[in-house]
């Protein structure tokens, strides 16, 4: 009998008729069964105070190997103290499973407290950071050296960023969980340290402006040669300004009405001249619901990275993402003296204090106060010294 494997799982055939097992030679009573159907499960099979039994462990792959012999000792480790694995094992299988965590945690929170872009945003961090192979796990199971091997490999293979907003948006889940009765024992994802994350703070210089411009007048799609204009001379947040509706523009006024952001209300903005004649000249114009329609027949453009890629490669800016062209408004308003306030104001920031991260580029008022008040504590004195 071989040892029951991954690989033996794998390659292991079905019968044509019935069932047939694979039994383990390192865990008495650890088998694997194959039926007819094309399922596998993981079984235990043996005596439990005197009478025949079979447990069915779980099915593969929704239960790894290693999981399985781990159950599969648990079973023989309860039997020789005496206990009833099975009747326990019908408890346990009742305990919600990770898959039933996701759906609860979208019906019952995101659903209705969340906007729809940041559902959308968690229903994309479970398909792409999340293994697949948690959904058939009991919640129970879950271990904090495995949420912590996951971090650590996001981090790798993703950025520290995306690796500690998995971390933070599974503990939201497991507290859920625990809130909503689904797991008793502790959160496997509190307080696992997160990396450091330093603040970006990356803007386009005039020159590094004047490339992208160019660059922007090569770009073969007319919405993205208009989008990328617009978020630099308005600062919005990409999906903020993506499901622009015609009806959001006011043109005799020269207005834009963003109804969903990031801040939770709409916001206002005055359209400087050049963005007026932007949209002017859009194709969208009098056609489509949207400014910037999706080439399908319904809907709005929706993702801008291709589309950006192309375009900072053109114009030898590779490290620039599309938040930055934000932190662009934001640096060139500061450098013309406006006020951090206004700054804010034309942001849509919540708090006073996520502007003030720009304040240390207004360096040519600060420099003006030095220039005067060292004229007036040592005038020529320093010079004549020397």
Same mark, same amino acid.
């Given at each position: ?21 694979i ?35 779980g ?7 290693? @999981? ?9 480790? #309860?039997i ?10 019908q ?7 990770? @898959?039933?965590?996701i ?40 271990r ?8 650590a ?22 507290n ?19 990396f ?7 803007f ?12 922007l007048?090569?770009e ?5 040669? #208009?989008f ?5 001379m ?15 523009i ?51 453009i ?6 950006w ?15 930055d ?6 640096s060139?308003?500061? #450098? ?22 720009? #304040? ?8 003006q ?12 004195s ?5």
């Amino acid at each position: 009998m071989p040892n029951i494997t991954k690989a033996v799982v794998q390659s292991a055939t079905f019968p044509e008729r019935g069932q047939t097992f694979i039994r383990d030679d390192s865990i008495e009573g650890f088998a694997l069964r194959l039926t007819a159907k094309g399922a596998k499960s993981f079984v235990w099979e043996g005596r439990i105070k005197g009478r025949p039994r079979r447990i069915t462990i779980g099915q593969f792959p929704d239960l790894s190997v290693a @999981a399985a012999r781990i159950r599969a000792h648990k079973i023989r480790a #309860a039997i020789i103290e005496g206990r009833d694995p099975s009747e326990e094992h019908q408890t346990e299988r009742r305990e919600p499973i990770f @898959a039933d965590l996701i759906k609860a945690y979208f019906e019952r929170h995101a659903n209705k407290h969340k906007r729809e872009r940041s559902i959308r945003h968690d229903e994309w961090c479970v398909s792409k950071y999340v293994p697949q192979s948690w959904r058939g796990r009991r919640l129970s199971d879950i271990r904090r050296d495995e949420v912590e091997n996951l971090h650590a490999t996001i981090g790798n293979k993703h950025g520290h960023y995306a690796a500690n907003h998995t971390i933070r948006f599974l503990r939201c889940m497991f507290n859920l969980a625990r809130e909503w009765k689904m797991l008793s024992g502790e959160n496997p994802s509190a307080r696992i340290r997160l990396f450091k994350e330093e603040r970006r703070e990356r803007f386009l210089s005039p020159e590094e402006l004047q490339r992208v411009n160019q660059a922007l007048l090569d770009e073969p799609d007319w919405r993205w040669r #208009a989008f990328f204009p617009v978020a630099l001379m308005l600062g919005t947040r990409r999906s903020e300004l993506l499901c622009v509706r015609w009806s959001d523009i006011d043109l005799k006024q020269r207005t834009l009405r963003l109804p969903e952001t990031k801040a939770g209300r709409p916001h206002f903005l005055p359209l400087p001249e050049p963005a007026v004649t932007l949209f002017q000249s859009l194709p969208s114009r009098g056609k489509s619901e949207w400014a910037f329609p999706s080439s399908r027949k319904d809907g709005h453009i929706v993702e801008p990275a291709k589309a950006w890629q192309r375009i900072r490669e053109r114009a030898g800016v590779k490290d620039v993402r599309i938040h930055d062209l934000r932190h662009t408004l934001a640096s060139w308003l500061v #450098a013309q003296g406006f006020s951090l306030p206004l700054i804010g104001r034309a942001l849509n920031h919540r708090h006073t204090s996520t502007t003030e991260r720009y #304040a240390h580029l207004a360096l040519d008022p600060v420099r003006q106060a030095l220039e005067q008040n060292a004229e007036r504590m040592f005038g020529q004195s320093i010079d004549e010294d020397i």
